[in-house]
Nanobody, 117 residues
Framework: QVQLVESGGGLVQPGGSLRLSCAAS????????MGWYRQAPGKERELVAT???????LYGDSVKGRFTISRDNAKNTVYLQMNVLKSEDTAGYYC???????????WGQGTQVTVSS
């Protein structure tokens, strides 16, 4: 059974930082592109960042220079370091795993990030 379990969300003030984690099980982690997406109320889900099995990264325009994705293949975990948080970063953040051939696509349950003073 595939599980993606996110953690690290919470309430933070504008300008603050958070680090999200997503622990994967039930997949061969090395074979997957791992990513983070977010969805705010009333808005569509959008790309935050992805990292391929080879370490190639892709970021959404709104987070470039502030967020950093990384992965630890030994721990089957992907991270999202979020710095200089803004109120518009408030959303549910979802972990995603896509196998390199595109054959499988999995989602976590999400973790809430709220940026507010």
């Amino acid at each position: 059974q595939v599980q993606l379990v996110e953690s690290g969300g919470g309430l933070v003030q504008p300008g603050g930082s958070l680090r999200l984690s997503c622990a994967a099980s039930g997949i061969i982690f090395d074979f997957y592109t791992m990513g983070w997406y977010r969805q705010a109320p009333g808005k569509e889900r959008e790309l935050v960042a992805t990292m391929s099995r080879y370490g190639n990264t892709l970021y959404g325009d709104s987070v470039k220079g502030r967020f950093t994705i990384s992965r630890d293949n030994a721990k089957n975990t992907v991270y999202l370091q979020m710095n200089v948080l803004k109120s518009e970063d408030t959303a549910g953040y979802y972990c995603n795993a896509v196998r390199s051939d595109g054959a499988h696509d999995y989602w976590g349950q999400g973790t809430q990030v709220t940026v507010s003073s």
